[in-house]
């Protein structure tokens, strides 16, 4: 233990030293406000915050569908959220890429709680919400009413804003490029995008899905059959940043400038999204957070912190925001059709 105090922390915030000892050690009694505030104090000062009662040697079993989900940029940084904020507690985590809802069963003694990273089959679900340990699902859909805890993003919200964000720009005619079928986040935005669209008299709005492997040629056809039939966008909101990239790129091979022409708006706010000429403007989702929060969420439940006050099953959702970069902008003046290269 280094040579700072209870009592340094404690004058340090202006607090009692009661408080300090009941934050570090993980009791009740503190709002969670401020054990976080005394936590970065102590931190900051050197001081060695001992390992939560009853944490030692155990871990956070984190369970990802398999290594290839496990790889996207997405989740890992829900998983690198997870690890700052296990370590913060003293806490391991080990991450399993399994289908085997047996492993639950077999590691159940020896950890704190499950997190259920991502999609995720109906046994390995039913298994971990069974199990004697708390468990939270990040970003994933859950069955209606289901007893797990999730945390997850504001999706449909997301769709509203976007749609708002363009209409105020001055688009009337946008499409929604689902990219692949089958991804309950983007099915959310899209409601989001298309209730508000269709709230306004003056504005429409249309859905793209990639059923093919060749995403490229498939906007390009599906873009075209839309502009022979007198449809021409002005702006796209798209399921990723990935599908925003094969949109821009398709565009500009067109003959179309980006946004002078057509805007176009990605998800996720993965590195690629500032790499790219035009820069992409992209909703910002906070997945590092989400690790975070359900690690917290799930400490909480273990009582191994401040405990939360309703039993009720949680529905967290958290806000992301909208990076506007390069490509996105008022409409131009008059229609493109005529420039369209096929």
């Known amino acids: 233990m280094s040579n700072i105090t209870l009592d340094m922390i404690a004058t340090r915030l202006g607090i009692s030293k009661f408080a300090v000892s009941r934050a570090l050690s993980g009791k009740p009694g503190v709002s969670e406000k401020t054990r976080r505030s005394i936590i970065e104090v102590a931190e900051e000062l050197g001081y060695r915050i001992p390992r ?3 944490g030692d040697g155990r871990s956070i079993e984190v369970i990802f569908h398999d290594r290839n989900v496990a790889n996207r940029e997405l989740w890992g940084d829900v998983q690198h959220g997870i690890e700052a904020e296990a370590s913060r507690w003293g806490l391991s985590m080990a991450v399993r890429w399994t289908k085997d809802c047996r492993i639950v069963s077999r590691v159940e003694r020896s950890t704190v709680g499950f997190i259920l990273v991502g999609p995720h089959d109906t046994d390995m679900h039913k298994a971990v919400r069974d199990s004697h340990r708390p468990a939270v699902t990040v970003n994933h859909r859950v069955p209606p ?7 997850t993003a504001t999706d449909v919200e997301a769709g509203e804003f976007v749609a708002d964000f363009l209409i105020g720009l001055g688009h009337r005619r946008m499409v929604y490029v689902h990219g692949r079928a089958g991804y309950p986040g983007r099915e959310a935005r899209l409601y989001g995008f298309a209730r508000t669209i269709a709230c306004r008299g003056d504005a429409t709005a249309r859905e ?20 022979d039939e007198g449809f021409v966008p002005t702006a796209f909101f798209c399921g990723s940043d990935g599908v925003a990239v094969t949109v821009v790129s398709e565009l500009v091979r067109m003959g179309l400038r980006v946004p002078e022409d057509a805007s176009v708006i990605g998800h996720a706010d993965y590195a690629i999204a500032s790499q790219i000429s035009p820069k992409l403007t992209t909703l910002h989702m906070p997945h590092r957070q989400m690790g975070l929060t359900a690690v917290r ?25 909208l990076v506007a970069r390069q490509t996105s902008g008022p409409p131009g003046p008059g229609s493109w059709q005529a420039r369209l290269q096929r």
């Open 52 to 54: 939560m009662k009853g």
């Open 145 to 151: 009413l289901d007893g797990m805890d999730q945390v």
């Open 208 to 227: 793209m899905i990639f059923e093919y492997d060749d995403e490229a040629s498939t906007f390009r056809s599906l873009l075209i059959a839309m502009v």
């Open 297 to 321: 969420l799930l400490l909480s439940r273990a009582g191994l912190t401040l405990p939360v006050a309703d039993p009720t099953p949680m529905r967290i959702s958290l806000v992301p925001h």
